[in-house]
């Protein structure tokens, strides 16, 4: 029994072992493993066994989660004070003031904090790209380097362009929902104020019945 188990433990250690990236890392080589085409290369990173990478996934996911969250609550809320506006319009215009400030004032909140929850997809993205080049771990974060397309047994990396490679980065970026939608409910909510300023607040309009 015990030369039994001495021959297994004899074999695991003598077992070849895959390459790891913490392994090329450790020894001072480049973290760049050359692309290999064959899934039984060694270089092939696998998904599954990369805790890091699933970790980086997690994180980015969460945020991408947090970002929808708070997009959904923010458009639920400018709802109901459209709502509230188009009920109080012709009737009360201390509640179309309220509803306008309001509105400037969540919608700026929102810009602000939407703002802040973008700064960490790059980062994280970042963090990843130096640990495993190869992984792309979201295709909106593709405006600053060439498209990737990851599959789920192996990484593959494909040359392409990043999304819309005529017009300006910083434009692509505005144009997100998350940066302009808040943006642009703060210059309506401001026309609406204005508008109900200019005209002396809004009357109520009497219905002549003939």
Request: aromatic share 12%.
């Amino acid at each position: 029994m015990a030369s039994t188990n001495a021959a297994e433990k004899r074999g695991d250690e003598e077992a070849p072992q895959s390459p790891s990236i913490h392994a090329y890392a450790d020894a001072g080589h480049p973290i760049y493993l050359p692309y290999a085409t064959s899934p039984s290369s060694p270089f092939v990173i696998k998904m599954a066994d990369n805790r890091e990478n699933e970790r980086y996934f997690q994180l980015i996911k969460h945020e991408n989660e947090m970002i929808n969250a708070r997009m959904t609550w923010w458009l639920i809320v400018q709802g109901f004070m459209i709502a509230g506006v188009a009920f109080g319009w012709d009737k009360d215009f201390a509640l179309v003031a309220t509803f306008a400030t309001l509105g400037i004032f969540t919608s700026l909140s929102s810009a602000i904090i939407l703002r802040c929850a973008t700064f960490a997809l790059p980062l994280l993205d970042k963090q990843s790209q130096q640990l495993y080049p190869l992984c792309d771990p979201a295709m909106g974060l593709n405006l600053h380097r060439r498209a990737q397309q990851v599959r789920l047994d192996e990484i593959e990396v494909t040359p392409g362009s990043r999304p819309f490679p005529y017009l300006p980065k910083c434009l692509v970026e505005f144009l997100f929902p998350w940066h302009f939608m808040p943006l642009l409910f703060i210059g309506a909510w401001i026309a609406v104020l204005f508008l109900s300023l200019k005209e002396g607040g809004p009357k109520a309009q009497e219905i002549h019945i003939i």
